[in-house]
């Protein structure tokens, strides 16, 4: 079992920046790939970000590239996303998840994952 919790949303103007932070407990948390989802308000749920277990493989989506890192602190158990040049299409409910499976293409997939924390708010006004 794995508990995951996110922090560090809130209210931002568009240009800011947010950094939101995922602490894990249970399982040993340097043995998995961590991912970022999103869902805006009558939108589906679409990927953000992921991370292999070392760090050093990372995925993005299009919309976050060059904006958006993620990055892990095993020591920690907890994985980030720093959150730079914020839009207001950025808003919604950011969730992370752990994946158990190897490090693939299929990381952006949120039907790999297997454990989800319950999401933290981000808005962003124009």
């Known amino acids: 079992q794995v508990q995951l919790v996110e922090s560090g949303g809130g209210l931002v103007q568009a240009g800011g920046s947010l950094r939101l932070s995922c602490a894990a407990s249970?399982?040993?948390?340097?043995?998995?790939?961590m991912g970022w989802f999103r869902q805006a308000p009558g939108k589906e749920r679409e990927f953000v970000a992921a991370?292999?277990?070392?760090?050093?493989?990372?995925a993005y989506a299009d919309s976050v590239k060059g904006r958006f890192t993620i990055s892990r602190d095993n020591a920690k158990n907890t994985v980030y996303l720093q959150m730079n040049i914020l839009k207001p299409e950025d808003t919604a409910v950011y969730c992370c998840?752990?994946?158990?499976?190897?490090?693939?293409?299929?990381?952006?997939?949120?039907?790999?994952?297997?454990?989800w924390g319950q999401g933290t708010q981000v808005t962003v006004s124009s």
């Open positions: 998840a752990a994946d158990f499976s190897s490090w693939s293409p299929s990381a952006t997939a949120s039907y790999e994952y297997d454990y």
């Open positions: 249970g399982r040993t948390f340097s043995s998995y790939v």
């Open positions: 991370i292999n277990w070392s760090g050093d493989s990372t």
